[in-house]
């Protein structure tokens, strides 16, 4: 496919910093707006990437980069989908294109990229507690400069944001807080705090009344001494009774708004104002996710991402359509097996936190809607809120991506395998995610599940064995399950209806070979499948083995290998350190007789964004990686 040449417009061609930015009237600002949200829409309908979330928040963006000393006043974004705008802004224009590519731009903030970006940010709700330690180092080096947290109204859900506001609140440091109130973080919002702020915002008699009021108060204060102190009260009073304010305002902050988040010149007047409002400020703004750009402001679930390109008038794919029949991704998998498996069982439930899209349970939520259950951007709370159900005798199938469930950790530990619970955690994305980076890779949930007494660590080879490890979940009460499965599409095998349940702790050799076997672990097992069909095209046999469970460890079959092989290469789409290479190679110095255990998985550094397939390869799991690896131990030439 040609790719387009992208030019920037007029206005926005001469920005390659906020100090040209400032250069220009405030009259201009409405047209740099219009040239910065056409120019991310021209890149994404190409290059793919997040894409409603900046949309929503050009004016804003502008808008802070025009009235702040950025970078020494500090922005701090609240996850990265909202930031494509401020990189443009702050001289990553023409290298945005290469945003989210490997070697390219990150599609998040990353603070070793650009000193704008002044915290690194993947997952949500963060920003007000980095923003708070920021404002009080500020105050300790004597510094004046100002710091201002941008948070979605989904974030908001989080406990952590609750923890830094009601934090920030008692502490009294002078920082500002911006929620973007538009209804959606990725899917829609949910929750006691979406209705609040809707129940006002949309309150056409709440308005009325307030502006009724602030009219009235403006007359007492033209009097005397003692009825400005009268309007003073009445107003903190009536703020509080009338506003969403009141909320905040408990927790210790000045509360301003809702005000129109895209009116551009509006939002500079209100940050030039409240930098003159010492303490901790909440300015509350309304925007709309994919704003100017009416495919993504119809479905806005949708147009939270595209990986593909499509046009930028219509939002039609423009996708080469492939010709062979598609193949179900293994959320579509774990999706319609829970549907089944509730069906068969009053037991089973389903729990997601905010992720109900991503992970499939959406096609429960909807088909099943008492029995599946989104608990909004509050992972620790989805972990216990299964343990309260798992002691009352349902079977909750938590439905969290790896890297999300390191959030609820402790409740991991305290809440379900202390007390010997059934929940299911059916870990998405687990592995190298691709384009989103290290901070949604899933590495760490080998290694920090099968250190947990209680607990089955499972990951399937293929879709089959998915439905059958989630079947299996269901027939013990006595411990945890945790199950990891990748991001993207399955095999496309044919799949058996029935379930069958699987014996805890038992692999399977899939073929055996001379002075060589791979151990694999999950669906990386693919590659080591492929590797094994090379060799033997070039006369080389190795063992294969697909262990399904790294904990309890099929010690039996180990032991067998490790008697036979000189050479078992472990291959596992996870960190090195701790996981199922460590499992078999602790087991293996117990023996008397032991092969060389050589531990292949992800390198215990930081692996930044691209492909899968690029990023399998820079490790050395795909399968000519590991046929070198296997040619280089028997000491042959390179594969042909």
């Known amino acids: 496919m040609h790719i387009p040449q992208i030019k920037a417009g007029p206005l926005l061609s001469n920005i390659n910093s906020p100090h040209d930015l400032k250069k220009l009237s405030p009259d201009q600002l409405r047209d740099v707006c219009f040239e910065l949200r056409d120019y991310i829409i021209d890149v994404v309908s190409v290059h793919g990437g997040h894409f409603g979330a900046s949309l929503g928040v050009v004016e804003l963006t502008v808008a802070m980069h025009y009235a702040l000393n950025t970078p020494e006043d500090r922005i701090v974004w609240d996850v990265g989908h909202q930031a494509y705008g401020h990189k443009i802004l702050t001289g990553r224009r023409d290298n945005f294109y290469t945003n989210r590519k490997y070697n390219g731009l990150s599609g998040f903030p990353k603070r070793s990229e650009s000193p704008y970006d002044t915290f690194g940010v993947g997952h949500s709700s963060t920003s007000i507690s980095a923003a708070l330690g920021m404002a009080v180092s500020r105050d300790l080096d004597d510094l004046d400069n100002q710091v201002v947290a941008v948070i979605g109204d989904g974030a908001m859900t989080a406990g952590l944001a609750f923890e830094g506001l009601n934090n920030a609140g008692a502490m009294n440091n002078d920082m500002l807080v911006i929620l973007n109130d538009n209804c959606m973080s990725i899917d829609p919002n949910v929750g006691a705090l979406k209705e609040y702020l809707a129940d006002i915002t949309t309150s056409r008699t709440f308005n009325k009344i307030r502006d009724d009021v602030y009219d009235a108060l403006g007359h007492f204060k033209s009097a005397g001494d003692k009825m400005r102190k009268i309007a003073s009260k009445m107003e903190a009073a009536l703020t509080s009774a009338l506003t969403p304010g009141g909320l905040f305002r408990a927790l210790g902050f000045k509360y301003y708004g809702p005000v129109d988040g895209h009116n551009v010149n509006g939002l500079v007047k209100h940050l030039n104002d409240l930098k003159k409002i010492p303490g901790p400020k909440l300015l509350h703004i309304v925007t709309v996710k994919g704003k100017g750009f009416a495919p993504a402001e119809k479905d806005q679930v949708k147009w939270h991402a595209s990986g593909s390109p499509f046009d930028k008038i219509t939002g039609a794919s423009l996708a080469v359509k492939s010709t062979k029949p598609s193949v179900p991704k293994y959320q579509d998998i774990f999706a319609d097996a829970i549907i089944e498996l509730a069906k068969d069982d009053d037991r089973v439930v389903g729990i997601t936190p905010a992720m109900p899209s991503g992970t499939g349970l959406l096609k429960m939520m909807n088909e099943m809607p008492d029995r599946a259950f989104d608990v909004g951007i509050a992972e620790q709370h989805a972990v216990t809120f299964a343990a309260g159900m798992a002691t009352e005798g349902k079977i909750p199938f938590a439905a969290i991506y790896s890297s999300f469930l390191q959030r609820g950790y402790d409740q991991l530990v305290h809440d379900v395998a202390i007390q010997k619970l059934n929940v299911v955690f059916c870990m998405d994305r687990a592995g ?200 280089s131990l028997i000491g042959v030439g390179k594969v042909v």
């Open 432 to 631: 190298l995610v691709g384009a989103d980076g290290p901070t949604h890779h899933g590495l760490y949930d080998i290694a920090y599940t099968r250190c947990i007494p209680n607990m089955v660590v499972a990951a399937p080879l293929n879709e089959q064995e998915l439905r059958d490890m989630m079947y299996t979940a269901t027939c013990y009460t006595d411990r945890s399950f945790a199950i990891r499965y990748p991001r993207g599409a399955a095999t496309g095998m044919p799949i058996r209806k029935e379930f069958q349940e699987m014996e805890l702790g038992k692999g399977e050799c899939l073929r055996n070979g001379d002075s060589i076997a791979i151990m694999s672990y999950g669906t990386i097992g693919k590659f080591g499948i492929k590797a094994a069909e090379m060799l033997s095209e070039q006369g080389i046999e190795i063992g294969l083995y697909n262990m399904r469970f790294v904990k309890p460890l099929d010690t039996e079959l180990v032991s067998d290998a490790l008697k036979k092989y000189d050479h078992i290469i472990t291959i596992e789409d996870g960190t090195v350190q701790g996981g199922f290479g460590s499992a078999v190679a602790e087991f293996a110095i117990t023996q008397p007789q032991r092969s060389v255990v050589h531990i292949l998985g992800v390198p215990d550094r930081l692996v930044e964004h691209g492909t899968q397939n690029e990023l399998y390869k820079e490790v050395g799991l795909d399968a000519e990686s590991l046929a070198e690896k296997v040619k």
